[in-house]
């Protein structure tokens, strides 16, 4: 296990204020539908509408005890870089972000607006990823690689210390799965300050890498993703997080694509809030899951709230969701 629980807490000042004690609460209305007592952990309400900035925030401060940083690189579909670019500014570290020329761009302005250089490439996330270490490579620039540097999962752990503070005991957390960091983080934070809660995780159908990993017990070659979640999109596993989650996950779910539009309006109903595709597999976990949970107390983070308005639309307005719905 590569995380440690008073790197974590320490953690908890190295993060700039903005991203800490984010609300949690038990929704009650959304609870109703679902069946369960639901406690939603809102990531959203910062600069950068995401969870990423505990990790970025974690990673530069410790480089920048080690000694003096001028650049940062990274690969990213949108959040990591929005991130990378908010936390390099504060600090005054330039901030190059690799991304692929198919992404969000609503996630692409932001990027630019927070001051990131933005190079695009063609194909998916793992391109990015290859051109983002070649850039570090040759210019000396650090490169952040989210969930393989632990500093990113440590600072995303922070969210499971808040959650092992509320005051009712969590039969299950149901956490949004993309290459491992808010999900070994988070489990590992709660497991190891709140013993017995369940810890889920949760992929799309469409881009179950880490999933059918663990499952197996080991890396499995899946095909392209092709899912509207692009922040949990990746297609490669990397070994040593899939070797932290296999400690820390007790089941591993897949859901649709018409589950996970259906949770995005649950939550945008019966709970006011914006989620983006990868932000809303835990309720669609549950949806799914019917009966699974029902009388229990049951946690889920919206780690993210980047989706263009007009994706937001086209996604939950109820005509489309029934028709992905009825269509898997």
Known sequence: MRLNLERILMARTQINPVFLDTPQYECAALGDVLGCRLIIKVETLNPIRSFKGRGTETVLTRLQRRGPVNAVVCASAGNLGQALAFSGRLRGIAVTVVASSAANPLKIERMKALGANMILVDREIESALEAASQIAADTGAFLVEDSRDVDTCEGAATIGVELSELPWDLDSIVISLGAGAMTSGVGFAVKSLRNGTEIISVQPTRAPAMTLALRAGRPIEVGIPNTIADGVAGRYVIPEVLDDLTEIVDEAILVSEGSIVAAMRLLYVNAGLIAEPAAALGVASILEGRGRFDG?????????????????????????????????
């Open 296 to 328: 229990k107390t049951v946690a889920t983070i919206l780690c993210g709230s980047n989706v263009t308005s007009t994706d937001f639309d086209r996604w939950v307005a109820p005509r489309h969701a029934t028709a992905m719905i009825r269509k898997e």
